[in-house]
């Protein structure tokens, strides 16, 4: 198909929307009757929800269902631990933990005698109840979508599909009705806000750089998702990657840029493949590319992949990546709006941020701005992880509290001998924040008083298993480790606070240590040059904040209460606690464990790897 | 990457073919001038030959029309790029903080131990190359291990062992 007009593209929305209708609980097209809509994201993938999908359209086949079932591949659905999930339409029930063999009963109780499976049906961690329909379960009836709206509704690798939803309608309005300070004017009136971690608000990024000189600048999208624990952008890009591209288009015209990249971290595969996919099916219509839809407005928009630097997330850093350098930050000012990419005006956003730009755009500010908190408007995406009965993607209005995103949509800590310890927000940047603060709500301001930082979304739960000493030194590990060796601050450092945090997990901790990590942290923070070493420190010294006595119990009695440092691990056995049940001797690796019933367990020490694998089991923490 | 690499070492290592090296050129020469393809062309060359020794990169560098420091600075700055040789198979644990809190450390530890090999290193035979990942995004089914191109889930450390032995 050559470029397309407003018109054309009402045209597809319509024939689109019509073929969709079946997920909204309409009539659809012909003879089809039913939508399974199977998830093809990462965790699906992994899970082995391709092979599930070519076994239903086999089976499909087989019983002559061509044309009344229709099985489609989407975008990550954001219920990852459970995969290969699948969603089927009109009845919206939600099937779990999908494999090839149970495709045939699926077909044929499902879609032929119209039995939903029992057997496949999400079980409530707590009530231990199927619950067929997805919009029941807890973990999605408290979410409120918008950057991740078309999250498992729609064929992530189809234009049409996403135009269907009202894609493209939001940059339609912005290229023909629009001037560049309309755009920003509205996005200002959003009060959206940066989404990458830093919360700067988008509009007035925007309006700097539409108010800087020359002819050349350039649109950037920061796909390099470097936090441990964080998967919001990559589902995006998974699921919904026409509304990234939307959302540049629009910023594109907001500050006169003709020309974007996409800075892509590499370990993403398949965002990186549906990202490309959605860029040429643009081109091909004529969404991207000179001449936009017939009003004069050309863009063009290119993927970058990175090539592994976490501090390339920095945005100077980034800009040298793109160059072909070595990814390390510059100070600021000047900043990127006034002297970014090759040293012209550049506005950089994150996938998030983006991902909600069309939307604000078509509906207006004034819609974004009534959901939220006074200072943060709008949704936000995390990645919930950890411990915690429901893994998955959410998003949630602003104002939502930790405790309702962790306990009624996360369903709380599985474990039952376990109690929630910390909950980790913005990664290696961020903090924990303890039971006591659970009510603090998603708030950036609100999020910095209680220790923690919104960051990019990435939200581990942690029970009391985890030694926060530990914690502290994992991401130590990890900010000296990226650290590029620009700024001593950041480069020596970090390493000697990672040399001190060992010690202390070694159980060689002097109580001077502690006074010295404090030191150390507080020096680093102010004289670093970018965000990496200015933030480094906190997971550290909100530790510290909260957890000083389990520092103490390192440094002074040589213990870890958590028994997560194996140094300071005995490997025994306290008989008054052992309830003799045997779990750690079936579990046990090299057979070091000698027990028999009614008595309890006795480790052999010659023969102990200390993998700790018996002390995972025990419920009754009798292993010292 | 030590900073006492021996910068001496400079003819061609065997295993670097000259199909591999014409190749190289024909990247080289589909890139050169254009500003910001030094990355690009690192990724690709690397595709070629597996790694990127330091007669590699000096070839790139002169066909690239770029000063060599340039080359060996971005290769050594990025993770992706390798200066070793690497194994039949890599298997990459994530480190990252959902897979660490969910048992990532002890399934990397009990590989170091049955391949025998530390990790970010490849074993003598060449089979194995051991890595460890920052965060691979699929936190949902933690701990994650991805060996060549397949991500295994919820990797236990006593079934890890298993696991890679059916790489050949």
Excluded at chain 1, 46 to 57: F, K, T
Excluded at chain 2, 115 to 135: A, I, K, M, S, W
Aim: net charge negative.
């Amino acid at each position: 198909m050559s470029q397309i007009s407003i018109n054309d593209l009402a045209e597809i929305q319509q024939r689109s929307q019509q073929a969709q209708a079946l997920r909204h609980g309409q009539a659809g097209v012909g003879t089809q009757r039913m939508h399974l809509l199977v998830c093809g994201g990462t965790g699906c993938q992994a899970a082995g929800s391709i092979a599930v999908i070519d076994a239903l359209r086999a089976e499909i086949a087989k019983q002559g269902l061509e044309e009344e079932v229709a099985v489609v591949e989407t975008g990550c659905n954001g219920f990852c631990a459970l995969g290969p999930v699948m969603v089927t339409y009109p009845e919206g029930i939600f099937y779990v933990n999908l494999e090839e063999t149970d495709v045939a009963e699926l077909v044929e109780s499902h879609c032929m005698g119209g039995e939903p499976v029992e057997r496949l049906l999400y079980k409530d961690p707590g009530t231990k109840k199927r619950i067929p329909h997805m919009r029941d379960i807890p973990f999605f009836a408290l979410q409120r979508l918008i950057a991740l709206k078309n999250r498992s509704m729609l064929d992530a690798e189809s234009i049409d599909e996403y135009i269907g939803q009202g894609g493209y309608q939001g940059m339609a309005k912005a290229l023909k009705q629009m001037s560049p300070e309309d755009i920003v004017a509205e996005v200002k009136k959003s009060g959206l806000r940066g989404r990458g971690g830093a919360g700067f608000p988008t509009g007035m990024k925007w309006e700097f750089c539409q108010k800087a000189t020359g002819d050349t600048k350039f649109v950037l999208c920061n796909a390099d998702e470097g936090d441990p624990g964080a998967f919001m952008d990559r589902s995006i890009l998974e699921a919904d990657p026409h509304a990234v591209v939307e959302g540049m288009v629009i910023a594109a015209k907001a500050i006169g840029s003709h020309f974007g990249y996409v800075y892509c971290r590499a370990e993403y595969p398949l965002a990186v493949h549906r990202l490309q996919l959605a860029i040429d099916q643009a081109k091909e219509y004529g969404l991207l590319g000179d001449d936009i839809l017939g009003t004069g407005f050309s863009f063009d928009l290119q993927i970058y992949q990175g090539a592994g630097a976490f501090v390339c997330g920095e945005e100077t850093a980034l800009m040298r990546s793109i160059e072909g350098k070595r990814g390390m930050p510059r100070p600021r000012p000047p900043f990127p709006a006034q002297a970014g990419l090759w040293n012209k005006p550049t506005i950089l956003n994150n996938v998030e941020t983006w991902a909600n730009i069309p939307q604000i755009i078509s509906n207006g500010g004034d819609w974004y701005a009534s959901i939220g908190t006074e200072r943060s408007k709008g949704t936000k995406v995390f990645a919930l992880t950890g411990h915690v009965n429901n893994i998955g993607l959410v998003e949630v209005p602003m104002g939502t509290p930790l405790r309702t995103i962790i306990y009624d949509i996360g369903e709380g800590i599985p474990k039952k001998h376990r109690k929630f310890k910390a909950v980790q927000l913005g990664g290696p940047s961020g903090g924990c924040i303890p039971e006591e603060h659970l009510d603090t709500i998603c708030d950036y301001e609100a999020i910095v008083k209680a220790g923690a930082i919104m960051g990019s979304g990435g939200m581990i739960v942690m029970d009391d298993s985890t030694c926060m000493v530990d914690m502290a030194r994992f991401f130590m590990d990890f900010v000296q480790d990226e650290s590029c060796g620009k700024c001593t601050p950041c480069r020596e450092g970090t390493r000697r606070m990672l040399q001190i945090l060992e010690r202390i997990t070694e159980g060689k901790g002097e109580p001077e240590d502690i006074d010295t990590l404090e030191e150390l942290a507080e020096m680093i923070q102010e004289a670093s040059l970018c965000g990496l070493g200015q933030t480094g420190p906190n997971p550290v010294l909100s530790t510290l904040r909260y957890f000083r006595d389990e520092y103490m119990a390192h440094v002074v009695d040589k213990k870890c209460p958590a028994r997560s440092c194996v140094a300071l691990l005995e490997f025994k056995v306290d008989v008054d606690k052992c309830k003799k049940c045997g779990l750690c001797f079936k579990n046990c690796p090299v057979d070091a464990i000698a027990w028999k019933k009614k008595e309890p367990a006795v480790i052999d020490l010659d023969k102990c790897i200390k993998c700790k694998t018996c002390i995972e089991n025990c419920k009754y923490d009798a292993i010292y | 990457m030590s900073l006492a690499y021996d910068l001496t070492q400079v003819s061609m290592p065997e295993d670097v073919t000259s199909e591999m090296l014409t190749r190289i050129d024909e990247i080289c020469a589909a890139h050169r001038g254009k500003p910001g393809a030094l990355i690009p062309v690192l990724q690709k060359c690397q595709e070629v030959v597996g790694y990127l020794p330091v007669p590699v990169q000096e070839r790139i560098a002169d066909k690239l029309g770029v000063p060599g420091h340039e080359v060996y600075g971005v290769t050594t700055f990025y993770s992706f790029f390798s200066m070793e040789p690497r194994g039949r198979h890599v298997i990459r644990v994530c480190m990252g903080t959902a897979c660490y809190v969910r048992g990532g450390k002890e399934v990397l530890e009990r590989l170091e131990r049955h391949l025998n090999t530390p990790v970010d290193t490849t074993t003598e035979d060449r089979r194995f190359t051991l890595e460890q990942v920052r965060c691979l995004g699929a936190c949902g089914v933690a701990p994650v291990v991805v060996a060549d191109l397949d991500t295994h889930r919820k990797v236990m450390a006593d079934k890890i062992v298993e696991l890679v032995e059916n790489y050949e």
